[in-house]
């Protein structure tokens, strides 16, 4: 009965535009809590006690996180009145040095992959670093974007246009030409798939080594990071940040560029 619901739940998700890593997150994180919780009898008490249990057991970012996923849950089952908190944590003005990459760093994450030979890798560092994109966006990087230095991307009932420059797209070409790839995405799999979060993030992780940097400071999200704050750096407009990485709050975008 369970499955059942959370395969109800994931449907809804979709139905509502969420990505297909949100949907599995927050199916995960119901199940998490199904479980927790222990009976189909559970009220506000289960709920209050699974918060207790998560804050003990987790950082709270990842708490935070996971509270969203079960509000959403609560939500699809018309039992929103059960709705908890998130967490309030004070912001942070700075980054933390152990994850901020720099400007250095991000190039010897570069030449180590074209070192190595992972050009796939290269190129998608490379487009994330000079985008901002996500990687559930790279999809939308394609052979004839690249004709008028636009790319459309869809997302979550919303379209937005991203600008590449002239020596991203030279880039991006020469990749092409050299993996013959004439139509379509340009960061596929070899079935054919858009390149998957997962892999591109162990793929990351396996240049730290070579390029010295800490693994800590290496991961995809990291590179729309970068790429903010040196935007913000030059333009001083959080606003136009805001709608070039697709931010529904400027709130968010102050976060990327601290």
Not at 156 to 176: A, N, T
Not at 185 to 190: M, N
């Amino acid at each position: 009965m369970e499955e059942q619901k959370l395969e109800q739940f994931a449907a809804w998700l979709r139905d509502r535009e969420r990505s297909k890593n949100t949907v599995e997150k927050y199916v995960r994180d119901a199940r998490r809590f199904l479980e927790f919780a222990g009976t189909d009898a559970w009220g506000r008490e289960q709920v209050l006690l699974y918060k207790g249990y998560l804050q003990k057991k987790y950082k709270i970012t990842s708490v935070n996180s996971m509270l969203i996923a079960v509000n959403a849950y609560l939500s699809f089952i018309d039992k929103g009145d059960l709705k908890l908190q998130t967490v309030r944590v004070q912001q942070k003005i700075f980054m933390d040095e152990e994850k901020e990459l720099t400007r250095e760093e991000y190039g010897r994450l570069v030449q180590a992959a074209e070192r190595e030979g992972k050009y796939r890798l290269c190129n998608i560092i490379q487009t994330i670093g000079a985008t901002g994109i996500r990687i559930s966006e790279l999809q939308f990087v394609t052979v004839e974007s690249l004709e008028n230095r636009i790319v459309r991307i869809f997302s979550k009932g919303k379209e937005r246009l991203v600008l590449l420059s002239c020596s991203l797209v030279g880039l991006l070409r020469d990749y092409c030409r050299k993996q013959r790839i004439t139509g379509g995405s340009i960061f596929i799999t070899r079935s054919g798939r858009p390149v998957d979060r997962r892999n591109v993030w162990a793929e990351m992780k396996a240049l730290c080594k070579s390029a010295k940097v800490r693994a800590s400071k290496v991961f995809p999200h990291n590179l729309r990071h970068l790429f903010a704050r040196c935007y913000y750096e030059k333009e001083k407009d959080l606003v136009r940040l805001a709608d070039y990485l697709g931010h529904s709050s400027v709130e968010t975008t102050r976060r990327y560029t601290r």
